[in-house]
Nanobody, 126 residues
């Protein structure tokens, strides 16, 4: 099993920045992908960014490209989400997720991921 603990959410004005952190523990040697998703009230969970744990591949959703950056630290089993130029439409609960099987759907689909963090609220005021 893998445990994920997130931190770093909060309230920020539009145009501001926040950094989210996700620390993985447990069977981290099984990590294949780690990603960030978000879910706004009344909406489906949405892909934000993903990284392949043992390669250089990192991808971001078009909606956040150029504003958000996924940063990973394999030695610390941690992924960060640096969020700049935040907009009110970025308001959501942000979730960290881990894939340990390497299959089960596309890398941007929530169903692909086996473990989830508890979520952290990000609120961007206009």
């Amino acid at each position: 099993q893998v445990q994920l603990v997130e931190s770093g959410g909060g309230l920020v004005q539009a145009g501001g920045s926040l950094r989210l952190s996700c620390a993985a523990s447990g069977r981290t040697e099984d990590l294949y992908l780690m990603g960030w998703f978000r879910q706004a009230p009344g909406k489906e969970r949405e892909f934000v960014a993903v990284t392949a744990w043992n390669s250089i591949m990192t991808l971001h959703a078009d909606s956040v490209k150029g504003r958000f950056t996924l940063i990973r630290d394999n030695a610390k089993n941690t992924v960060l989400l640096q969020m700049d130029s935040l907009k009110p439409e970025d308001t959501a609960v942000y979730y960290c997720a881990a894939d340990v099987t390497g299959y089960g759907g596309g890398f941007s689909h929530p169903a692909r991921f086996d473990y989830w963090g508890q979520g952290t609220q990000v609120t961007v005021s206009s």
